[in-house]
């Protein structure tokens, strides 16, 4: 079973909003900080935003202000809503937890921000 599953990735509009997932496929993941990361092809993964294990937000200075993070228990869900899109804000974006005791990363959902 795959630990964590990303989606909600699209084509948005500069200006517009995002809202991505990441499903985890069992219930510890609820326990740790989880990360919110984003790669353009070629270059490194940036750390974008996390939440550490007591509900405490964070953000990179790139993404403050425009993008939240949240995260529902019940489903093992953690969701990244992104507001106000920039082109430069076009990357794979990936999400980092803790599941089954173990690190883990999920695939990636592609988000192109573009008119």
């Known amino acids: 079973q795959v630990p964590l599953v990303e989606s909600g990735g699209a084509l948005v509009q500069p200006g517009g909003s995002l809202k991505i997932s990441c499903a985890a496929s069992?219930?510890?993941?609820?326990?740790?900080?989880v990360g919110w990361y984003r790669q353009v092809a070629g270059n490194q993964r940036e750390w974008v935003a996390g939440?550490?294990?007591?509900?405490?937000?964070m953000y990179a200075s790139s993404v403050k202000g425009r993008f939240t993070v949240s995260r529902d228990k019940a489903k093992n869900t953690v969701y990244l809503e992104m507001n106000n899109l920039r082109p430069e804000d076009t990357a794979i974006y990936s999400c980092?937890?803790?599941?089954?005791?173990?690190?883990?990363w999920g695939q990636g959902t592609q988000v192109t921000v573009s008119s």
């Open positions: 069992r219930s510890d993941f609820n326990d740790y900080a």
């Open positions: 939440m550490q294990h007591d509900g405490t937000p």
């Open positions: 980092n937890g803790v599941v089954n005791s173990r690190n883990a």
